[in-house]
Nanobody
Framework: QVQLVESGGGLVQTGGSLRLSCAAS????????MAWYRQAPGNQRELVAR???????NYADSVKGRFTISRDNAKNTVYLEMNTLKPDDTAVYYC?????????????WGQGTQVTVSS
């Protein structure tokens, strides 16, 4: 079993920055891809950014050039640096981790952290 703990959300003004963190803990697992999703009220959960075990990244068009995803494999942690934030970025942000335990792969979700951007 893998547990995910997120931190770093909060309230920020338009144009501001935030950094989200998500740390994975447990035993007997290895992590493959890590990602951040977000869900605004009334909307479906959407992929924001993803990073593979080889550190290849992809981003939603709406955040390209403003957000940066990175990972620290030694700490089993994924980060999301968010700059030039806009009110449309307001949402609950969830980290998602693909982990291998034995011969099987599983996906785990963090508890979510609220990001609110005021205009």
């Amino acid at each position: 079993q893998v547990q995910l703990v997120e931190s770093g959300g909060g309230l920020v003004q338009t144009g501001g920055s935030l950094r989200l963190s998500c740390a994975a803990s447990g035993s007997g697992f290895s992590i493959n891809a890590m990602a951040w999703y977000r869900q605004a009220p009334g909307n479906q959960r959407e992929l924001v950014a993803r990073i593979t075990s080889g550190s290849s990244t992809n981003y939603a068009d709406s955040v390209k050039g403003r957000f940066t995803i990175s990972r620290d494999n030694a700490k089993n942690t994924v980060y999301l640096e968010m700059n030039t934030l806009k009110p449309d970025d307001t949402a609950v942000y969830y980290c998602n981790v693909q982990a291998r335990i034995g011969v099987r792969e599983y996906r785990y979700w963090g508890q979510g952290t609220q990001v609110t951007v005021s205009s």
